[in-house]
Nanobody
Framework: QVQVVESGGGLVQSGGSLRLSCAAS????????MGWYRQAPGKQRELVAG???????NYVDSVKGRFTISRGSAKNTVYLQMNSLKPEDTAVYYC???????????????WGQGTQVTVSS
């Protein structure tokens, strides 16, 4: 079994900062990449930031210069530092991990349960 658990959401005023954390655990053989998605009410889920196993990073245009994704030294954790938050960043943020388990050669998506980020104006 594999678990992906996020933490760090909350309520913050416009211009403030939050740091999201995510950890994957369980029968993991390798993690190919990790990322953060978000879904606002009435909108589709979108990729906010992703980081590959060889540290290539990409961001959605709307967060460039404000958000920073990083992986922990253990490589099974990923963080999202969010600065200069705006009301339009309000959404449920989900952690995603591309994982090969010890029992398969297949790489599959694993998702966390989501953490609410609310930015007040």
């Amino acid at each position: 079994q594999v678990q992906v658990v996020e933490s760090g959401g909350g309520l913050v005023q416009s211009g403030g900062s939050l740091r999201l954390s995510c950890a994957a655990s369980g029968s993991i053989f390798s993690i190919n990449g990790m990322g953060w998605y978000r879904q606002a009410p009435g909108k589709q889920r979108e990729l906010v930031a992703g980081i590959t196993s060889d540290a290539r990073i990409n961001y959605v245009d709307s967060v460039k210069g404000r958000f920073t994704i990083s992986r922990g030294s253990a490589k099974n954790t990923v963080y999202l530092q969010m600065n200069s938050l705006k009301p339009e960043d309000t959404a449920v943020y989900y952690c995603n991990a591309l994982i090969q388990t010890m029992w398969s050669t297949k790489v599959s998506d694993y998702w966390g349960q989501g953490t609410q980020v609310t930015v007040s104006s």
